[in-house]
């Protein structure tokens, strides 16, 4: 019922920047949030960022002061500065719905930092 699409990922090295991208389409009835959440191997997915419609916005205590996350309608940025290499991950989009809280994820998109 509803697709989304990250893109931006990539290869960069420590102190650089990237920016994803995440189109939503499909039978979007409301957005109550969205946000990016993030999974490195052998780890458990955590959360990354999160903006909540009509509210503010959630950070991971790793990732705040250095990750922006923003939205226009049903696309969601995040804009990545200094970069770590413990950014290293997986990253999916995510997209809550207000009935049901129904949740919708991305197929990913690979951010590796390395020197």
């Known amino acids: 019922q509803v697709q989304l699409v990250e893109s931006g990922g990539g290869l960069v090295q420590p102190g650089e920047s990237l920016r994803l991208s995440c189109a939503a389409s499909?039978?979007?009835?409301?957005?109550?949030?969205m946000g990016w959440y993030r999974q490195a191997p052998g780890k458990q997915r955590e959360l990354v960022a999160r903006?909540?419609?009509?509210?503010g916005t959630n950070y991971a205590d790793s990732v705040k002061g250095r990750f922006t996350i923003s939205r226009d309608k049903n696309t969601v940025y995040l804009q990545m500065n200094s970069l770590k290499p413990e950014d290293t991950a997986v990253y999916y989009c995510?997209?809550?719905?207000?009935?049901?809280?129904?949740?919708?994820w991305g197929q990913g998109t690979q951010v590796t930092v390395s020197s």
């Open positions: 995510n997209l809550r719905e207000v009935i049901g809280s129904d949740d919708y």
């Open positions: 499909g039978s979007i009835f409301s957005i109550n949030a």
């Open positions: 903006i909540i419609t009509g509210g």
